[in-house]
RNA sequence: GGGCAAGUGGUGGAAUGGCAUACACGACAGACUUAAAAUCUGUUGGCUGCAAGGUCGUGAGGGUUCGACUCCCUCCUUGCCCACCA
């Protein structure tokens, strides 16, 4: 007979409603968990990636709370962004109502996997109760200067009349339409959160119970590096070129200077020069690739000849300036010093143009001795060479030795150099937060008054999909009259980036009704940070990146007192079928409410955690999906067959088995919890348990299998639901046993076991490993050097 | 090119430097059944052997150790992140 599941979970699902026994309270009494998994888009379904994600975060939860602590376990729906635009273009219909038709779905879903959410505490990026705090904060940076306003250059499509992000760029064409994608030069608004580089790779170390690798991503995208600034003369006006090198050691091997073809000073060095004509013509080339297709590997350096010359400052030579396109403004001072002997970038764009070349560092291998006969650059350690004064120390030591040097000459500067750049905000796009600000042909950029929030979102926007942002054609929108002079005015039309939305609405969770602050700071200071945060490794860099931005921001108003929001971090592996990410495009994807039909919540929340650890991958399996139903239901059957008094080695597997799941369950190894909870299950087959044993095997299980577990629990008698009883403790008199097993190596090989008092004398123990017959044969007369014991398990006889 | 993971039976996966393959799936066998399903009970790394046993075995090769899936070095493969990064 199987377990009726449907029936079960419909019905503890109404159950936990009624009683809003999920519901989170402010009790400083007590304490507290926040557990938090990333909340999701609303994409319409959820998928096997989602039951992953909240399943993790549900086990956790539930067991924290039948340990007594007060637990927030909220959820809501990152709800604004383009694929809302695309489906209402699609669709004919409005991203308002599409979002929320989604969310009302995904509800449905999620309420149907039994997640142990406070739904009281439900938010929406997309509702104005929301966002108006996403323009509150918007003010604030503005008024501190962190967010602001500047030209630069941006991915660019002609034919939508938009900006694209990097990712919206495939192969240099556009997503959409697939026009060639552009660089141009526009306003956007930025953050500055290059202002919070130091503290944001400084306080990294504090987050030892972060994944390495997500802290190692962090660190790389921070990007903190030492390197020295070189000053190089124009030979025609005295002006200096700054480069940025991180090789001052190959300074005197520099044959040239590559300026990036959007360099300011290029315009001015070529001009009137006869090769001006040609190096116009190729930054206008340049241009005209996108940032995305000229990073491509393979492709050929190309370049040309400026006609201008500068100085090397360390041995006064004379060498030509270039302009090329490997060179980004971006990074360093959008200059280099070309160094062909020991950059293999170099080397070859040296070669296509006949540029000379100097050896500077000379491996104590080589053979080599002129440049002619190098194929490639080298890179590698040695002495240098051709030096000046520096000739015969090792490079790493002049790396050192010669920025100084110059540092002390002015000939350069030691500098540290960031990788991380202002955060983009702007998007020409409908379904997000409006930015708050306003244009005023006197009073210039006015931000609009607190009292004037929220700015909200026209319901009635042209939809179409093409051309610059939809909010430009709300006129009802952009007139509005100048809150300083009140003169007519204009609003920005351009919305903010979806990342902003996510960057705090973990300390919205702690207080999401409230409506005079973005959160309640009372509230805020007992449940932050989160204890617990659960999310796809996707968002390693960005969204973590910019939470951990806004709290230090937050902390800076005097809002919170912590410095970083997510105290622990873990990052779940992927749902994979036949090898693959489970995609629409590909074909294979496994609905997790047709999962739930056949065999129910339980049993899909059992499978996703029994089938790998949940950092790793996971490979969907539809038997493994049975196996875990069969298990269920031999449970189940247990409660059929219960004795008086069950032996003592079923307490003693009893007791094994709740240490072992509860040190499970709190290091994530819901694979090997559940294992042991299938050894119990064995145990009790062969045999029998009893009340006692069955109920707190019942509580074991209950934070994976909630309904299941609910529904013995009171079947046993208990009026009260399972979530307010306490997690079983251990007796761990019960977990030692009073004769032990202990093998028997001989040089490092089994050979043997003998059965002794856990309290057994070493010299007796020595004496019984070595009188065992099937130890005795290997040792036969043979002198013994050595005996090693491991208490309580090995002993290794060395002959 | 740089950084980080990972590599164990037919499969998913276990193993504080101490019995490699727990637990499960699959397969095979037995019990129950007129029969099947379900359920329960066994067997299940390779080679060798009638058997007891022996021997090999955690991507490859070295090293440390009484003892290595685990630690160190070199390499191979796969995955992820970053990257014309100067």
């Known amino acids: 007979m199987l377990y009726n599941f449907k029936e079960i979970e419909e019905k503890w699902q109404r159950f936990w409603q009624e009683k809003s026994i999920f519901k989170a309270g402010y009790s400083p009494e007590k304490k507290k968990f926040y557990c938090l998994e990333m909340f999701p888009y609303p994409s319409g379904k959820i998928h096997m990636g989602h039951v992953r994600n909240y399943t993790i975060g549900d086990v956790y939860s539930r067991y924290q709370r039948l ?47 039994g997640f142990s959410y406070d739904w009281d505490r439900e938010l929406s990026t997309c509702d104005s109760s929301y966002y108006r705090w996403n323009q509150w904060i918007f003010l604030k940076m503005f008024e501190r200067g962190l967010a602001y306003k500047k030209a630069s250059g941006v991915n660019w499509c ?30 956007q608004w930025y953050l500055r959160i290059s202002e919070y580089k130091e503290r944001l790779l400084e306080d990294l170390k504090q987050l030892d119970k972060w994944p390495q690798r997500v802290i190692a991503m962090q660190n790389n995208w921070i990007g903190k590096s030492q390197g020295t600034e070189i000053y190089f003369r124009l030979k025609d006006n005295d002006k200096l070129i700054t480069v940025f090198t991180t090789r001052p050691d190959t300074i005197f091997g520099a044959t ?43 492709v050929k350096k190309e370049g040309v000849w400026t006609g201008a010359y500068c100085v090397n400052p360390v041995n006064q030579e004379v060498i030509p300036v270039w302009i090329a396109d490997y060179v980004l403004m971006e990074y360093g001072t959008g200059a280099i010093m070309a ?55 090792a490079n790493q030591e002049a790396k050192i030795k010669i920025s100084q040097w110059m540092d002390k000459n002015s000939m350069g500067k030691i500098v540290t150099h960031w990788r991380l750049r202002d955060w983009l905000i702007s998007r020409q796009r409908y379904w ?50 100048c809150p300083e002079c009140g003169e007519k005015a204009r609003r920005e039309t351009d919305t903010m980036a979806t990342f902003f939305d996510s960057s705090w609405y973990f ?56 410095n970083e929001p997510f105290k622990s971090l873990l990052t779940q592996g992927m749902v994979l079928k036949d090898g693959e990410v489970m995609s629409k495009s590909r074909g294979n994807i496994v609905d997790p409410d047709s999962i739930i039909q056949k065999c129910g919540a339980d049993t ?17 399996d539809d038997r493994g999906i049975e196996g875990a139903f ?170």
């Not at 599409?98 to 999620?110: N, S």
């Not at 919206?168 to 526009?186: A, D, M, N």
């Not at 315009?267 to 206008?284: C, D, N, R, S, V």
């Not at 500077?360 to 040695?382: C, D, F, L, N, R």
């Open 67 to 113: 340990k007594g602590r007060e637990v927030l376990h909220p959820m809501g729906f990152d709800a604004f962004g383009q694929p809302a635009e695309n489906a209402a273009i699609k669709n004919q219909t409005k991203p308002d109502a599409w979002t929320h038709g989604c969310i009302d779905w995904m509800k449905v879903e999620l309420k149907k996997m």
């Open 158 to 187: 002609p034919s939508c009349s938009t900006t694209l992000a990097n990712e919206e760029v495939i192969e240099g064409e556009c997503w959409r339409c697939h026009s060639q994608v552009e660089q141009k030069e526009l306003e």
């Open 256 to 298: 040239y200077v590559v300026l990036a073809p959007e360099h300011p000073l290029v315009k001015e060095i070529i001009k009137g020069k006869p090769q001006e004509k040609e190096a116009l013509a190729f930054i206008e080339k340049v241009a005209k690739e996108s940032k995305i297709s000229r990073v491509k590997e393979d």
């Open 339 to 393: 160094v062909p002997t020991h950059d293999q970038r170099d080397f070859l764009f040296a070669r296509e143009h006949n540029l000379p070349m100097k050896i500077v560092i000379k491996s104590p291998q080589s053979t080599v001795h002129s440049p002619q006969e190098m194929i490639e650059a080298y890179e590698g350690e040695g002495v240098q060479v051709n030096s000046g004064e520096f000739d015969g120390l």
């Open 432 to 481: 997000g937060t409006p930015i708050p600000i306003i244009y005023c042909p006197k009073c210039g950029v006015v931000p609009v008054p607190y009292a004037a929030l929220p700015v909200e979102l026209p319901e009635d926007a042209p939809f179409t999909g093409e051309g610059g942002s939809p909010l430009g054609k709300v006129k009802e929108f952009v007139d509005v009259l």
């Open 507 to 562: 300390l919205r969770f702690c207080s999401p009704k409230n409506e005079n602050n973005p959160f309640d700071l009372q509230e805020a200071k007992y449940w932050m940070p989160v204890d617990q945060y659960i999310g796809g490794i996707e968002h390693a860099i960005l969204h973590l990146l910019y939470s951990r931005f806004f709290t230090k921001f937050f902390q800076d108003l005097g809002m919170i007192d912590f």
């Open 604 to 620: 899909l929340r059992l499978f996703i955690l029994f089938a790998a650890p949940p950092e790793t991958e996971l490979e969907w």
């Open 630 to 799: 069969k298990f269920l239901n031999r449970l189940w059957r247990i409660q059929d067959n219960l004795k008086e008094k069950a032996d003592l080695q079923v307490y003693r597997a009893l007791h094994k088995a709740i240490k072992k799941v509860s040190d499970d369950i709190e290091s994530f190894k819901f694979n090997t919890a559940i294992a042991s909870l299938m050894e119990l299950v064995n145990v009790i087959y062969q045999s029998g348990a009893d009340k006692e044993v069955f109920s707190k095997l019942v509580l074991l299980i209950s934070p994976i299998a909630p309904h299941f577990s609910e529904e013995l629990w009171h079947g046993l008698g208990n009026k009260e639901s399972i979530l307010n009883a306490a997690w079983p403790e251990y007796d761990s008199s019960l977990l030692v046993e009073e004769n032990i097993a202990v093998v028997v190596q001989v040089n490092g090989k089994v050979r043997g076991t003998v059965i002794v008092n856990k309290d057994i004398a070493e010299e007796d123990l020595k004496k019984a490993c070595q009188e065992e017959p099937a130890v005795r044969k290997w040792i036969e007369d043979k002198p013994v050097r050595k005996i090693i014991i491991v208490p309580g398990k090995l002993v290794n006889i060395v002959i």
